[in-house]
């Protein structure tokens, strides 16, 4: 059982450029969210979906876009790539919200970093 | 807006002593809290877990310690070991819908 995968666990980018991270989770788990964690700033949100087709914005979601065409897939692209978009990003499920009983499942991240 | 506050960066134990991880929180929406252990170059993994209509949740060698009135919680780890070193995160829940996570405590248990 993989749970949640990320890839790549590295980039780096220039400038202006654009990638997608992506998420993918064998949980068959309804909610997916997208993290950030910054040097001593915690984990912030920056989209989630509580299933296939719909996503919301969580606390940064500048700079950022997603989809959820299906229930194991959770991609996060950037566009124009900026050197504030430098960052660890953390792709999480869980089967219901965050609620008792639904712990959220972490990927192990990608590192990007934007030159 | 840190909405949820770990104010303490590090804190370094010995090996068999007691650690205790301290968080905040101003949202009085927030009715579920957890925390959770992260080792270096993996994501984070659930530890325990308080619902607010508690005040205490143990769960072998860790316990959670809510108190409401001063939007405090704290976590016990009794004894300590090095295995223990990690970065610890405190989060809320409003309602169920999203988190929202501390900026972390490393601790690290000398042995």
């Known amino acids: 059982n993989a749970g949640v995968t990320q890839t790549p666990k590295f980039r780096i980018l220039k400038i202006g450029q654009s990638m997608t991270l992506q998420c993918t989770q064998d949980?068959?788990?309804?909610?997916m969210y997208w993290y950030r964690q910054d040097p001593g700033m915690g984990l912030k949100l920056i989209y989630y979906?509580?299933?296939?087709?719909?996503?919301d914005k969580g606390e940064v979601p500048n700079g950022y876009n997603v989809s959820r065409s299906t229930t194991e897939d959770f991609p996060l692209r950037l566009e124009l790539a900026a050197p504030s978009q430098t960052s660890v990003y953390f792709c999480?499920?869980?089967?219901?919200?965050?609620?008792?009983?639904?712990?959220?499942?972490f990927g192990n991240g990608t590192r990007l970093t934007v030159t | 807006d840190q909405q949820v506050k770990q104010n303490s960066p590090s804190l370094s134990v010995q090996e068999g002593r007691i650690s205790i991880l301290n968080c905040d929180y101003t949202n009085s929406m927030f009715d579920y809290f957890l925390w959770y252990k992260k080792y270096p170059a993996e994501g984070p993994t659930f530890l325990i877990s308080i619902s607010s209509i508690k005040d205490k949740n143990e769960d072998g060698r860790f316990t959670v310690f809510l108190n409401k009135s001063a939007k405090h919680l704290s976590l016990h780890i009794v004894p300590s070991q090095p295995g223990d070193s990690a970065v610890y995160f405190c989060a809320a829940s409003d309602r169920g819908s999203r988190l929202t996570f501390g900026e972390g405590t490393q601790l690290t248990v000398n042995p």
């Open positions: 999480a499920s869980s089967p219901a919200g965050t609620g008792p009983g639904s712990p959220l499942h």
């Open positions: 979906s509580v299933g296939a087709g719909i996503t």
């Open positions: 949980m068959n788990h309804n909610y």
